[in-house]
């Protein structure tokens, strides 16, 4: 005998369960605690806080919540909240197989785009190659070894990045960070190099896709009622050649998904940030912040 529930809805009726026995589980560990908010110490207070997040972070490893990253908030009585959005990691540049392919026409599109000149562009990207490619031959406006020993910085290790902070140690990447400090929104390391267009922005889709800016929004305002790849070509008035080379590197979703989850106790906020690699029955943190 087939069953009646549908597997996503099974799932979220699994979730909203565990939503109801978390609430139960906060107020249950204010009880324990014997916490009165009006006099609660800032440590408990901030402790809460980090449960709640915690909380958060679970939710949002779960749920498929909208491509856009769209927060979803939850209260509890006696004054805790979560708000957690969770996005697909896919929707941002890989920046490690784009220079490990040598491709330099993506990142220098979304360098101009983020107004770099022409030779602001080319000097990050010279810098960026010398950085993660071995050996000790120098581009042009790159630098290497002895360039990073004059500027007082260690030399440049020539593989690729282990994270997105590692990109500020390159010599020159301050063109990028003083005319667009908001960058980290645009890159990643993680992914498997395919853009996910239903959480690109449309400064990403302009320079991955190479078309102009009223295609890329009319793709990024699509979000998730994008599902036809005959009808992407058409908004992104490309070709059936052009989009053919390109269709290969784009996806509708992605594995990697990026969950912020704040928690908040009586004015103390605590904030977990973490990436998953998900799949259909299990996940794998990559990487973990907390502040």
């Keep these: 005998m087939r069953s009646r529930f549908h597997p996503r809805g099974l799932a979220l009726l699994l979730v909203m369960w565990a939503l109801f026995?978390?609430?139960?589980?906060?107020?249950g560990l204010i009880s324990l605690l014997k916490i009165d908010i009006g006099n609660a110490s800032g440590m408990e207070r901030v402790a809460l806080a980090s449960s709640l997040a915690l909380s958060g972070v679970t939710i949002g490893r779960n749920i498929d919540f909208p491509a856009n990253g769209r927060s979803e908030q939850l209260n509890f009585p006696d004054g805790g909240k979560i708000e957690v959005s969770a996005v697909s990691e896919n929707g941002k540049l890989n920046?490690?197989?784009?220079?490990?392919?040598?491709?330099?026409?993506?990142?220098?599109?979304?360098?101009?785009?983020?107004?770099?000149?022409?030779?602001?562009?080319?000097?990050?990207?010279?810098?960026?190659?010398?950085?993660?490619?071995?050996?000790?031959?120098?581009?042009?406006?790159?630098?290497?070894?002895?360039q990073y020993k004059a500027a007082g910085r260690p030399a440049p290790p020539g593989r690729l990045f282990r994270s997105l902070d590692e990109?500020?140690?390159v010599l020159n990447f301050d063109l990028v960070t003083r005319h667009h400090p908001d960058w980290r929104e645009a890159l990643t390391i993680y992914g498997d190099g395919t853009?996910?267009?239903?959480?690109?922005?449309?400064?990403?889709?302009?320079?991955?896709?190479?078309?102009?800016?009223?295609?890329?929004?009319?793709?990024?305002?699509?979000?998730?009622?994008?599902?036809?790849?005959?009808?992407?070509?058409?908004?992104?008035?490309?070709?059936?050649?052009?989009?053919?080379?390109?269709?290969?590197?784009?996806?509708?979703?992605?594995?990697?998904?990026?969950?912020?989850?704040?928690?908040?106790?009586a004015q103390a906020t605590r904030t977990i940030e973490a990436i998953y690699q998900v799949n259909e029955t299990s996940s794998v943190i990559l990487e973990w912040r907390e502040w």
């Excluded at 220079?99 to 026409?105: A, F, H, K, P, T």
């Excluded at 562009?121 to 002895?146: I, M, Q, S």
């Excluded at 990403?204 to 994008?226: E, F, K, N, T």
């Design 21 to 27: 026995i978390m609430s139960f589980a906060i107020l």
């Design 167 to 169: 990109m500020t140690r």
């Design 195 to 265: 853009l996910d267009l239903r959480a690109a922005s449309p400064e990403v889709i302009r320079a991955y896709c190479r078309v102009g800016d009223a295609s890329a929004r009319a793709i990024h305002q699509g979000g998730d009622g994008l599902s036809d790849m005959a009808a992407i070509r058409m908004a992104l008035g490309l070709t059936n050649g052009e989009f053919d080379e390109l269709q290969g590197r784009l996806s509708l979703g992605g594995k990697v998904r990026r969950v912020r989850s704040k928690g908040t106790f």
């Design 95 to 146: 920046v490690n197989t784009l220079l490990g392919s040598g491709d330099r026409d993506v990142l220098r599109a979304l360098f101009r785009i983020w107004g770099l000149s022409d030779v602001e562009a080319d000097t990050v990207l010279d810098c960026l190659l010398d950085y993660v490619e071995p050996g000790g031959n120098r581009r042009l406006n790159g630098a290497k070894a002895l």
